[in-house]
């Protein structure tokens, strides 16, 4: 390292710039600030990989359609996935209850798989129950979200409900 001279024949010139000891020391200063930053926004990126996937994009469910087929009731449902990646499997637990309030019918249904950045919509039946009869329907659960971020809690904690048919879809 140069020292710098304080007294004595030189005292008074003038140095030019990246000469002298505090040229070189504002620069380390510098040069270690920098590697101390990288280092904090590396462990900080470190950190929210650990993040739960709630924060990850939604998961849209909408209950939009019930119609009568046989004796049983067809629920049409349009899942939104345009702001996530593709997901393999997508299996939600589903309650019916009737308008008193009481469950009558639980079914599994397999809406997967869901492609990244994509609207899809499937076909299901209650099976045995008439859509008159039916006052809500609950998204109890998520039983499998393969390929979704965080697995299945994460995706039930992105999923949001929402109907078009006049009967809620709650979660």
Known sequence: MVAEQVSGRGAGRR???????????????ALGLTVALAGAAAAQDAA???APAAAGAPI????????ASGEACRATVVIDNLKGGAIKSYKVDLFAFDTEGVAQKRVAVELGPLPARKTTVK??????LTCPKIGRVLLNDVL???GGEGGRE???????????????LDR
Do not use: I, Y
């Open 15 to 29: 140095r030019g710039p990246g000469v002298g000891c505090g040229s070189v020391a504002s620069g380390l200063a």
């Open 154 to 168: 994460g995706c039930l904690e992105r999923t949001e409900t929402e109907t078009k048919a006049g009967v809620p």
């Open 144 to 146: 499998a979200c393969e």
């Open 123 to 128: 076909l299901f039946d209650f099976a045995g």
């Open 60 to 67: 849209r469910l909408q209950l939009n359609r019930l119609e």
């Open 48 to 50: 929210g990989a650990g």
